[in-house]
């Protein structure tokens, strides 16, 4: 008989074997991420049909859905920063201009991030209207990286004379 016991899916630690239910499945009492515990049927679990809480997993759903309007911004300065075939990487990476490394081994953290700055920024976080808010992200010091801090979102005006302003 499989044991599961301490193992891990998605976001459920397997605590022990509990009762079957009527149709005769083996359960298992499990623990979320956040502490809730559940029973679940092992089959959903050792399928992955079943990862997490609702609660947790909705929360994670949205965090993704909000940093997906992100994604080219991200893979822009992915490329421009660290792909040496990039048409840009000359005025970027070439320059010594790099990305946060914790951003590169995980660009969603670099998109949930900017979701962040956009929340500061324009005091929402939906970000139905990127895209067309006038809005693009900029480096604060035009000498110095894609990081935490040297981040904000100007307009194309503002961006213009800070790049002046540094020269
Ligand atoms: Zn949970």
Known sequence: ?????????????????????????????VVCECGDSHVRRQSNLVN???????????????????????????????????????PRYKDYGGRGISICPEWIDAPGEFRLYLVELWYETVGTHSLKRYGQHDLT??????????????????????QVYNSRRYK
Not at 8 to 21: A, F, H, M, S
Not at 137 to 158: K, V
Request: glycine share 6%; net charge positive.
């Open 137 to 158: 992200l900029d480096r604060i010091d035009n000498e110095s990286h894609y990081e935490p801090g040297n981040l904000r979102f100007t307009t194309m005006a503002e």
């Open 48 to 86: 992955g049909h079943t990862q997490g809480c609702f609660r947790c997993i909705n929360a994670s759903r949205r965090t993704y859905e909000r940093g997906k309007p992100f994604s080219v911004t991200v893979m822009n300065c992915l490329g421009r920063c660290t792909k040496k075939n990039n």
């Open 1 to 29: 008989m499989m044991d599961i016991t301490d193992n891990i899916y998605g976001l459920w630690t397997v605590l022990e074997e509990v009762e079957r239910d009527k149709n005769n499945n083996r359960m298992w009492l």
